[in-house]
Structures are given as C-alpha cells and as structure tokens.
C-alpha cells in the first residue's frame, strides 16, 4: 500500500480555478481523483495511468488530470467551478489499471485524507 497526501483545496467563488496535489510516497501505475459531499456517495472524479486518462461527465471539459512521474505527484487542475464540485476530494492509487475506465472506487487500494474544497455561489 502507498501512502497518500493531498493538498490544495481551498475556497472559491464560482468560475473560479483550483489545482490540488497528491504526493505518493512510492510508484503506482493507476493514480485517480474521487469526491464526496455531505449525504453523497463517493465518486469518481478523473483517473490516469501511463497510457491514458478518464474523466466523469460532470467535469469533463473543466478538470485536468497530471502526474509528474520523477516526484510521484498527481495533480488536479480545477476550472470553472461550480458550486455542486463542493465536497472533499481523495486522492487514490492502485497497482492495477482496471480504476482507469470504472472510476469506481473499489478499484484502488491506496487512499489519502482528503482535501477540502468549496465553491460558493
């Protein structure tokens, strides 16, 4: 298991930007971003592997997915905010590829605490 530490998150108004970090404390090949607000399950957010990236509808358009391999570090740029992107964002990780197309959450093994953001009206 990897360890995992988010950072970035943060309040803005709506429209705004916001890029989160997630620094891993060893290599995996999966590496995604998941969200949850009060009374909501968890959702996947965006996912990426060596060989590509995924994204859920609802940020598709807004949200960038990156890592920088040689610091192990995810990233998560934020743009256009809306106030329904409020919730805590997890970062999370897995050995194996399969999280990349289902963003499900059972597919990655590693989590970190998460980072709060707030995006109000």
């Known amino acids: 298991e990897v360890n995992l530490v988010e950072s970035g998150g943060g309040s803005v108004q709506a429209g705004g930007s916001l890029k989160l970090s997630c620094t891993a404390s060893?290599?995996?090949?999966?590496m995604g971003w998941f969200r949850q607000a009060p009374g909501k399950r968890r959702e996947g957010v965006a996912a990426?592997?060596?060989?590509?990236?995924n994204y859920a509808t609802s940020v598709k358009g807004r949200f960038t997915i990156s890592r920088d391999y040689a610091k192990n570090t995810l990233y998560l740029q934020m743009n256009s905010l809306k106030p329904e992107d409020t919730a805590m964002y997890y970062c999370?990780?897995?050995?194996?590829?399969?999280?990349?197309?289902?963003?499900?959450?059972?597919?990655?093994?590693?989590w970190g605490q998460g980072t709060q953001v707030t995006v109000s009206s």
């Open positions: 999370a990780a897995d050995i194996v590829d399969g999280g990349l197309e289902s963003l499900a959450a059972g597919d990655f093994g590693s």
């Open positions: 060893s290599y995996t090949s999966l």
């Open positions: 990426i592997t060596y060989d590509g990236t």
